[in-house]
């Protein structure tokens, strides 16, 4: 509105309005140089290498990588009959340099996953390739063995032409693209994944609803009893909040086990027999009871904080008003504590979902969850692909809870006991 | 918590009934801790109660177990406990500077995309750690570092800077910044109000983030499971394998010790809380 004249000036002359912007630019850039070295830092070791897990996830390279004439002669192929001499001829010359440089032993193992039986055909190869003649490789090749003339074959090295794959990711929910390229379930006794994805999501839940429901009566009495006495009690809370979860793994296993303090009390009482003690432990049981205690003060701490927040005038008003306390609770305080009933769950979930030490240790065969798994793969098999491609799906499902929440809810009420 | 005199009797009930809930989940919650105290004084080589002890028999308890933590031959606890400490005090010096130094630029009022990058920073506290731990172990391997303390020391900085980001910039939030600019227009230099008006204030926050941070790295055992070689083994990594394998009870006196340590750290944190919230004028 104000005209060319009418502008402020400061002393040097440069109007107020540029000198401000330049002053808040100095700032911004200022306290971003301050964020900047963390920022760097986690961006290089933790957010790049998770974005390294993504693309080891879908690579699938190796194959395209061994046999590069062969794919670009298979272009022209439409995979319904054998290929032509061409691609024999590509596909020789390929396996060729590969014997040379000792990999074929990786391109065989490649393959036999793809399809079993290339093997022991690939071997066979390699020592009759040896005394081929020049030309009519195509004749040669489906000399040494049969299944070298089967248009199946062909097909699945085909199928390894793509640099990508998603084969992991459907590995992880038990499917798998079956030779006509639809995805399909694998057989029903082979579906171990599912059961993981599902058992693991059935304990998370529980065990957030088994610490919801026993941290809401200790929070609220921590929350309205007087500060010497909740002082005293906070301690039973934050005590195993402090204290390592190994020790804490260790304690429950030296209870649940069978010849542990709680069988031991459960025969005291007589409620079992002493020779037909019940397993408590490497089993859902186990897994349960501790990861429900190993979790509980997560649970507890936002609700407390919560809780601490409602005045206690609200209850008396709402019962002067004619509500019966059970009234008064649910229509007053309850809602009140949505925050943190939030928080906590989510804290709790978001925890319980990816658990790994308690569970390998008290869980046995049955309470293992997908995290367990991960480890597994990372571990013992190598197939850090498969490893990392489970681990994204995991991380998408988390993202996607805590974005929900963030809807629901908002983040900005998590707070640090 | 008494009730008043004129309470109906099914309030009285209901009353009772809550507080003998709360009296079990408290002792759910801290019972198991007590039950490792008794049981690493055992004389014996089992993890339960023997008959002796249950008699309180003097000779049914010995320091055997402890004699074994400290003494034993070929026992991997003096090499852990070195390591775990070492790494952990590095950690967590690491965290505190690069978190507090991030904090104060988050507090700015003129930090651009805010919310962006306050979610990065603390991403490695909501991100599952099994993936944290497959994360961290490619770029180690990458870079050169698995299996050396270096790794490990940058991988729970890693994991330890969200606290420090979290409970310093809560810290600042209650700060009075008219106090710096008073400073600086007493012709005070940035770092030196930093270091005399800021850090003071601000410190009860900084040394409750340096616990957490110290906690998390002495306490973390799934990202170097996936790190360590057997040099670098920590006290964690050994209780994880002695559970699994041979359940001694060594363990049990090792454990015992940490629980030890983690009252210390309980004592500490919340000595440093209280002053915090004095120092900030939050009395409740």
Request: hydrophobic share 50%; net charge positive; proline share 4%.
């Amino acid at each position: 509105m104000s005209s060319e004249t009418g502008k402020i000036l400061t002393t040097d002359g440069i109007p107020l309005e540029v000198s401000l912007k330049k002053a808040e630019r100095k700032n911004k850039i200022k306290a971003f140089l301050l964020v900047a070295p963390l920022l760097l830092f986690l961006l290089i070791t933790y957010i790049f290498p998770i974005g390294d897990m993504l693309m080891r996830s879908v690579d699938d390279k190796m194959v395209t990588e061994m046999l590069p004439k062969t794919f670009k002669s298979m272009e022209k192929w439409d995979g319904k009959e054998l290929p032509s001499e061409e691609v024999f001829e590509s596909f020789y010359l390929d396996f060729q340099k590969l014997v040379e440089e000792k990999r074929d032993g990786k391109l065989s193992t490649q393959l036999n996953y793809t399809k079993n039986g290339f093997k022991s055909i690939l071997k066979k190869l390699r020592r009759k390739a040896k005394n081929f003649e020049e030309g009519n490789y195509k004749e040669q090749i489906m000399a040494v063995h049969q299944r070298w003339a089967d248009v199946e074959y062909w097909r699945a090295i085909q199928r390894r032409a793509p640099a990508y794959t998603s084969q992991k990711y459907l590995k992880g929910i038990d499917m798998y693209k079956n030779e006509e390229g639809n995805i399909v379930s694998v057989e029903e006794d082979r579906r171990i994944h599912r059961i993981l994805w599902l058992r693991t999501l059935e304990i998370a839940f529980f065990v957030t609803l088994l610490c919801f429901l026993m941290a809401y009566p200790i929070a609220h009495l921590l929350a309205t009893l007087p500060m010497k006495y909740s002082n005293l009690l906070m301690i039973c809370v934050l005590l195993p909040f402090w204290t390592s979860l190994l020790v804490r793994t260790a304690s429950w296993m030296i209870l649940l086990q069978q010849q542990g303090v709680v069988n031991d009390f459960f025969v005291m009482i007589g409620l079992v027999a002493d020779d037909s003690r019940p397993e408590m432990m490497f089993n859902k049981t186990g897994t349960y009871v501790a990861m429900t205690q190993i979790l509980l003060p997560f649970m507890v701490l936002p609700l407390y904080s919560v809780m601490k927040t409602i005045s206690p005038s609200l209850m008396r008003a709402g019962k002067s008003l004619g509500g019966t306390p059970f009234v008064a609770f649910w229509k007053v305080y309850f809602p009140l504590t949505i925050p943190g009933i939030g928080a906590g769950c989510l804290l709790v979930f978001i925890l319980a979902i990816g658990y790994y030490i308690t569970p390998a240790l008290v869980g046995g065969a049955s309470g293992t969850l997908i995290s367990n798994q991960i480890a597994f793969h990372m571990k013992s098999t190598l197939d850090w692909s498969f490893a990392s491609a489970m681990g994204l799906m995991l991380l998408a499902g988390v993202l996607a809870i805590y974005w929900v929440y963030n809807k629901l809810v908002g983040v900005d009420n998590i707070k640090l006991g | 918590m008494a009730l008043p005199k004129y309470t109906e009797t099914r309030y009285r009930v209901w009353h009772y009934f809550y507080i003998t809930i709360c009296t079990c989940v408290f002792f759910f919650l801290i019972a198991p801790l007590f039950v490792i105290f008794p049981l690493s004084f055992n004389a014996e080589e089992f993890l339960s109660f023997s008959e002796g002890m249950k008699n309180l028999d003097p000779d049914a308890f010995s320091l055997r177990w402890y004699k074994d933590m400290i003494y034993g031959t070929k026992n991997p606890w003096g090499l852990a406990a070195k390591n775990s400490f070492i790494i952990a005090i590095f950690a967590t010096l690491g965290s505190v500077i690069l978190g507090t130094v991030a904090a104060l630029g988050l507090s700015s009022r003129h930090m651009p995309y805010k919310g962006l990058i306050m979610a990065t920073l603390i991403s490695p506290m909501i991100v599952p750690l099994i993936i944290s731990g497959v994360a961290i172990f490619f770029f180690m391997a990458k870079a050169g570092l698995a299996a050396t303390h270096t790794g490990i020391v940058l991988a729970h900085i890693i994991l330890g800077t969200p606290f420090v980001v979290i409970t310093v910039t809560a810290t600042l939030s209650g700060f009075d910044h008219s106090v710096t600019r008073a400073a600086s227009s007493l012709g005070s230099d940035p770092v030196n109000t930093f270091m005399k008006i800021t850090l003071p204030l601000i410190l009860p926050g900084v040394i409750s983030g340096g616990l957490f941070a110290f906690v998390t790295s002495f306490d973390e055992v799934v990202v170097v499971l996936f790190l360590a070689g057997l040099e670098n083994t920590t006290i964690p990594i050994q209780m994880w394998t002695g559970l699994r394998e041979q359940l001694s009870p060594t363990i049990l006196a090792v454990a015992t010790c940490l629980i030890i340590l983690s009252t210390l750290i309980l004592v500490t944190a919340e000595l440093l809380r209280r002053r915090s919230e004095r120092l900030r004028g939050i009395n409740r």
